[in-house]
T-cell receptor, first 111, second 119 residues
C-alpha cells in the first residue's frame, strides 16, 4: 500500500537557520505530493504541492521538488523564522482520492 | 476560494450523549468528504470516506455504529459520535474533494477541526 516516511522530529533550529525535512514515499501510479502545516489547535493548511515529477512547489519561502527517481519530496527553507514553528506533514494523494500522511515533524525555531 | 468549515470548533459533552459535527464546503461542490481523527502529537488517522448520496466507507477498526456519517448534499457532511465516552475525546478533521477542475482537481481541502472533549 501507499506510505509516506518523514524525518523524525522534533527539529529545533535557531532563527535564520536552513531547514530540511526529509520525506520519501511509496505509491502505485503517479501520486500528487503535498506539504501541510498545522499550528497548535488548528487544522491543516496546505503549504505547497507538486503534481508530477520534477515539479517544484513553493510558498512563503518553502520549497520542495518532486523527485520520482528517489521517490522523495523534501521540504526546504533557506532562513526560518520563529513564526514557522509548527508541525509539518508530508502527504501523497493518488487518483483513488485518499490521502496518505506521514507522521508529522515538529519544528521549533528559537530566536 | 476552496474553504471548508466545521461546526462546532469545540464541544464538551457528558458521557453517553451524542454529538454531531458538521463539515461544509463553502464555495465548491464536494463529491467526496473524508473524516479524520487526530490524537495529540500524532498524525491524522482516516476514519471514513463519504460520497454524496451513498453510504460511507469506513476504515478497518472504525465502528460504523458509533461514528455515523451522512453526506446528504454536495456541500455538507456530518459526523455523529453516538453514546460518546471519554476515549472518544479527540480532534476531528474533515476534508473535501472534488473531481471538478475547480478549485483543484483531486486535491483535498481541510476544515479547521473540531475538538471533542467527553467528560
Amino acid at each position: 500500500g501507499d506510505s509516506v516516511t518523514q524525518m523524525e522530529g522534533p527539529v529545533t533550529l535557531s532563527e535564520e537557520a536552513f531547514l530540511t525535512i526529509n520525506c520519501t514515499y511509496t505509491a502505485t501510479g503517479y501520486p500528487s505530493l503535498f506539504w501541510y502545516v498545522q499550528y497548535p489547535g488548528e487544522g491543516l493548511q496546505l503549504l505547497l504541492k507538486a503534481t508530477k515529477a520534477d515539479d517544484k512547489g513553493s510558498n512563503k519561502g518553502f520549497e520542495a521538488t518532486y523527485r520520482k527517481e528517489t521517490t522523495s519530496f523534501h521540504l526546504e527553507k533557506g532562513s526560518v523564522q520563529v513564526s514557522d514553528s509548527a508541525v509539518y506533514f508530508c502527504a501523497l494523494n493518488t487518483n483513488a482520492g485518499k490521502s496518505t500522511f506521514g507522521d508529522g515533524t515538529t519544528l521549533t525555531v528559537k530566536p | 476560494g476552496a474553504v471548508v468549515s466545521q461546526h462546532p470548533s469545540w464541544v464538551i459533552c457528558k458521557s453517553g450523549t451524542s454529538v454531531k459535527i458538521e463539515c461544509r464546503s463553502l464555495d465548491f461542490q464536494a463529491t467526496t468528504m473524508f473524516w479524520y481523527r487526530q490524537f495529540p502529537k500524532q498524525s491524522l488517522m482516516l476514519m471514513a470516506t463519504s460520497n454524496e448520496g451513498s453510504k460511507a466507507t469506513y476504515e478497518q477498526g472504525v465502528e460504523k455504529d458509533k461514528f455515523l456519517i451522512n453526506h446528504a448534499s454536495l456541500t455538507l457532511s456530518t459526523l455523529t459520535v453516538t453514546s460518546a465516552h471519554p476515549e472518544d475525546s479527540s480532534f476531528y478533521i474533515c476534508s473535501a474533494r472534488t473531481i471538478d477542475q475547480y478549485p483543484s482537481y483531486n486535491e483535498q481541502f481541510f476544515g479547521p477541526g473540531t475538538r471533542l472533549t467527553v467528560l
